[in-house]
């Protein structure tokens, strides 16, 4: 439907220059239709006929319309407000700072563009502020409440009085007078710095100039005092310059005799024995007395370990390799003495040796013969029975790992490389342990053995002819400490516990105190081929220390150093004597 065109226009004026809203927050157009309508409202109305309901409805609605279009145009005016004055001047005084300043230098312009980031951000803060606080009374409205009113401010302020206070809060800060002056402070600010940085760089210059002279001076006079020198002390430079060569050619000729002549006193110090020829053999000694020591240990077991049927041994020789030993001491302690390596060969003695006991106890059966009376005749009568027992066995076993076990873990890179050499030279000292034996542990009497014949009628003894069979295959053998087999060789009593093993008896392996604890005791006039005779205090254990099988006449075969025959009345044998004893089958 075409709308009905009202009488009344309406103007909207702009303010010339700026394009602002006056004061007094209304516009030119809003003024003009207040006084449109006042003077709509007091003009009479025109003579007209008589008008039909449809036309009086249609003025209506068009009334209607009109207000409600002034309403909706006074609010949209209000949400479109333009920028306020101070705010375009602002940006028209850089504007105009930068066109007057492109030719000049970069910091004024970063200077400017300081200037606008700060206001911007300024204007932001202010802008986040209002609405923070439009924020809240729009929350406050959602939730039902109403806003907060601050007790300070009027319940009511009238409209003019309120818009004059918008007014004076949007008038701008500052006039084009001052601007100009700000704009005529800021270059000469900025003309004063950029004329001091130029005053201070040549000040800069001037006095790094003056320093570099005066280097140059003090540099000078040394350069003439230097040559004021050489020029009198000439014949001293001259002698310290052919100093220097006569060194250097010395030098140079003790390098080439080393390269020429490899195998000089370096190599025959490192495959020789550094220490004295005294603190060498002493160490030896104190080795063998430890080996002496364990020796007594082992013998010592049965009386230390009491209340076993058997003991059973299962031992390695106890020896050592002497050049071995001082090759170790040597390549850990190079020079030693005798005092500085007790120690080191205790660690060396432990890592040797490992002593094992163990226990065996095993379920056995005997006949035993039993007497009983007979209830119906009251006769009495005897029985045998099987009976189960406990056997209780204590196994003691050593472990010799040898010295070369012992070196190659403990010794590692440039000492064990000089361990095999002075093996392989035994430290240019062969004869150095020449009257030294390698096996410890002998009878101890030094004797030479005698090339003894046994009587003919002591063999019309069968046992003991078997016996003296058995014993005379290994003449000759040498001791070895431990040993009980013909493989592994023999010391004392692993040598007697052989033969009579083989010969019908049934004595395990035990110590020559062992021995002499089984054996009925008996008095030399008593004794007979095929008894033992057992001696004491040959070294340091209790009870027995060395045993031998006694062959009539006062000899005796054992296991010396090597196994021979000995006479029990010699002045070593017979200061040792302890008894004769028999091993009952």
């Not at 200077?111 to 923070?132: F, I, Y």
Request: hydrophobic share 35%; proline share 4%.
């Amino acid at each position: 439907m075409k709308r009905k065109k009202t009488r009344l226009t309406f103007v909207e004026e702009k303010q010339p220059g700026t394009g602002a809203r006056p004061a007094g927050g209304k516009t030119p157009g809003a003024d003009q239709s207040g006084k449109a309508k006042a003077k709509h409202s007091t003009r009479a109305p025109p003579k007209r006929g008589l008008k039909m309901d449809a036309d009086k409805a249609k003025e209506r609605a068009a009334q209607l319309r009109f207000g409600k279009a002034e309403i909706i145009e006074e609010s949209s005016k209000h949400r479109r407000r333009k920028p306020a004055l101070d705010v375009v001047l602002a940006g028209e005084t850089h504007k105009q700072v930068d066109q007057q300043n492109q030719d000049e230098n970069t910091g004024v312009q970063a200077a400017h563009e300081g200037e606008r980031l700060v206001e911007g951000a300024a204007k932001k803060g202010a802008k986040k502020l209002k609405d923070s606080k439009y924020s809240q009374k729009l929350k406050a409205s959602r939730k039902g409440k109403k806003p907060v009113k601050d007790p300070d401010k009027p319940k009511s302020q009238p409209a003019q009085a309120y818009r004059g206070q918008q007014a004076a809060q949007s008038q701008p800060a500052s006039n084009p007078i001052s601007r100009w002056k700000q704009r005529q402070k800021i270059k000469a600010g900025y003309y004063a710095r950029k004329a001091g940085g130029k005053a201070g760089g040549a000040a800069g210059e001037k006095a790094g100039s003056t320093a570099a002279k005066k280097a140059a001076e003090k540099a000078k006079a040394a350069a003439a005092k230097a040559a004021q020198f050489v020029s009198t002390h000439a014949h001293l430079i001259l002698m310290g310059g052919l100093l220097v060569v006569l060194i250097l050619v010395l030098m140079t000729f003790i390098t080439s005799c080393s390269v020429f002549f490899p195998d000089g006193t370096g190599t025959v110090w490192t495959t020789s024995y550094t220490a004295e020829d005294e603190d060498i053999l002493g160490a030896e000694e104190d080795y063998c007395l430890l080996e002496e020591k364990l020796m007594a240990e082992i013998e010592a077991i049965p009386a230390s370990h009491p209340g076993y049927d058997e003991y059973n041994f299962d031992l390695d020789p106890i020896n050592h390799d002497p050049y071995g030993l001082a090759a170790m001491l040597t390549a850990i302690h190079e020079a030693y003495t005798r005092g500085e390596v007790q120690g080191t060969m205790t660690a060396i003695f432990d890592m040797q040796y490992e002593l094992i006991l163990t226990e065996t106890i095993e379920i056995r059966t005997r006949t035993e013969t039993r007497t009983d009376i007979d209830p119906a005749t009251g006769e009495t009568y005897t029985y045998e029975v099987e009976v189960e027992y406990e056997w209780k066995i204590l196994n003691i076993t050593l472990i010799n790992y040898g010295i070369d076990y012992v070196a190659v873990n403990m010794l590692s890179g440039d000492d064990l490389e000089r361990y095999q050499i002075l093996q392989e030279t035994q430290g240019n000292r062969p004869e150095l342990f020449g009257g030294l034996s390698l096996v410890i542990g002998s009878d101890g009497s030094g004797e030479a053995g005698i090339d003894y014949q046994v009587p003919a009628e002591t063999l019309t003894d069968p046992e003991f002819g078997s016996m003296l069979k058995e014993a005379e295959k290994y003449l000759g053998t040498p001791y070895v400490w431990g040993g009980s087999t013909p493989e592994t060789g023999f010391d004392c009593s692993g040598y007697v516990c052989w033969v009579l093993n083989q010969s019908g008896w049934d004595v395990g392996r035990t110590t020559a105190n062992g021995l002499w604890q089984k054996a009925a005791k008996i008095s030399e006039q008593e004794a007979k081929p095929g008894d033992l005779v057992f001696f004491e205090g040959t070294y340091d254990v209790a009870g027995a220390s060395h045993v031998g099988i006694y062959v009539g006449n006062g000899m005796m075969i054992s296991a010396g150093d090597p196994i021979k025959y000995s006479n029990i009345h010699s002045s070593y044998w017979d200061g040792h004597l302890l008894g004769f004893g028999r091993i009952p089958k």
